[in-house]
């Protein structure tokens, strides 16, 4: 089947630094790209859609200078979270769906995630 | 607006028993359905989805999911859960290659 590949699983950073999150598609190429965030206890909130080409599209409340994303070829997307602080801990999750798919027939891959924790 | 609810937060199950997790859905046309389980600490892994067709749906690990169009539901089950289906469900839609809608999660707890 189909893997996304996320890196790191878990990173640790001190407050005000910025933190790169990248999500590959491994054995298939995507032209969209999915970011969420989970917080404790809740369900995944969709952060923002990502484009391959083209500047990604943020949900509403989202901050689009804090949470940048970048989608620079057809397997790769990162998230970059500046000047973190201690709120962005969370958990976030990006998902691809494949390229090659039948409109909407496929599902979108999860990558494994990646546990932020921002002292 | 398009939604996906889950209404049971926590479920309770022994192992051994048969198990069904709610799903309901509301959006403008029958949108594309999946399952997720997550581990803790772990990303999503899909077990089953429905986009067309045979409204019982199969998957991994046992489970299996009924579409309900009258209903707007799209229901998890499984004849016999095992201690390790612990974990959290999550029911999603999404509509063509729109963005995926996720309800707020089930958490099962499996008792021996």
């Given at each position: 089947g189909a893997v996304v590949s996320q890196h790191p699983s878990r990173v640790i950073c001190k407050s005000g630094t910025s933190v790169k999150i990248e999500c590959r598609s491994l054995d298939f190429q995507a032209t969209t790209m999915f970011w969420y965030r989970q917080f404790p206890k809740k369900s995944l909130m969709l952060m923002a859609t990502s484009n391959e080409g083209s500047k990604a599209t943020y949900e509403q409340g989202v901050e689009k200078d804090k949470f940048l994303i970048n989608?620079?070829?057809?397997t790769l997307s990162t998230l970059t979270v500046t000047s973190a602080h201690p709120e962005d801990s969370s958990f976030y999750i990006c998902s691809a769906r494949p390229l090659?798919?039948?409109?909407?027939e496929t599902e979108a891959f999860f990558g494994q995630g990646t546990r932020l924790t921002v002292v | 607006a398009q939604s996906v609810t889950q209404p049971d937060i926590h479920i309770t199950v022994s192992e051994g028993a048969s198990l069904e997790l709610r799903c309901n859905y509301s959006y403008g046309a029958t949108p594309y359905l999946f399952w997720y389980v997550q581990s803790p600490g772990q990303g999503l892994q899909l077990l089953l989805k429905y986009f067309s067709g045979d409204t019982l749906v199969q998957g991994i690990k046992g489970f299996e999911a009924e579409f309900k169009r009258s209903q707007s539901s799209f229901n998890l089950r499984k004849p016999s859960v095992h201690w390790s289906d612990a974990a959290e469900y999550f029911c999603a839609a999404a509509g063509g290659y729109q963005k995926v809608t996720f309800g707020t999660g089930t958490k099962l707890q499996v008792i021996p």
């Amino acid at each position: 089947g189909a893997v996304v590949s996320q890196h790191p699983s878990r990173v640790i950073c001190k407050s005000g630094t910025s933190v790169k999150i990248e999500c590959r598609s491994l054995d298939f190429q995507a032209t969209t790209m999915f970011w969420y965030r989970q917080f404790p206890k809740k369900s995944l909130m969709l952060m923002a859609t990502s484009n391959e080409g083209s500047k990604a599209t943020y949900e509403q409340g989202v901050e689009k200078d804090k949470f940048l994303i970048n989608h620079a070829s057809l397997t790769l997307s990162t998230l970059t979270v500046t000047s973190a602080h201690p709120e962005d801990s969370s958990f976030y999750i990006c998902s691809a769906r494949p390229l090659r798919a039948t409109q909407g027939e496929t599902e979108a891959f999860f990558g494994q995630g990646t546990r932020l924790t921002v002292v | 607006a398009q939604s996906v609810t889950q209404p049971d937060i926590h479920i309770t199950v022994s192992e051994g028993a048969s198990l069904e997790l709610r799903c309901n859905y509301s959006y403008g046309a029958t949108p594309y359905l999946f399952w997720y389980v997550q581990s803790p600490g772990q990303g999503l892994q899909l077990l089953l989805k429905y986009f067309s067709g045979d409204t019982l749906v199969q998957g991994i690990k046992g489970f299996e999911a009924e579409f309900k169009r009258s209903q707007s539901s799209f229901n998890l089950r499984k004849p016999s859960v095992h201690w390790s289906d612990a974990a959290e469900y999550f029911c999603a839609a999404a509509g063509g290659y729109q963005k995926v809608t996720f309800g707020t999660g089930t958490k099962l707890q499996v008792i021996p």
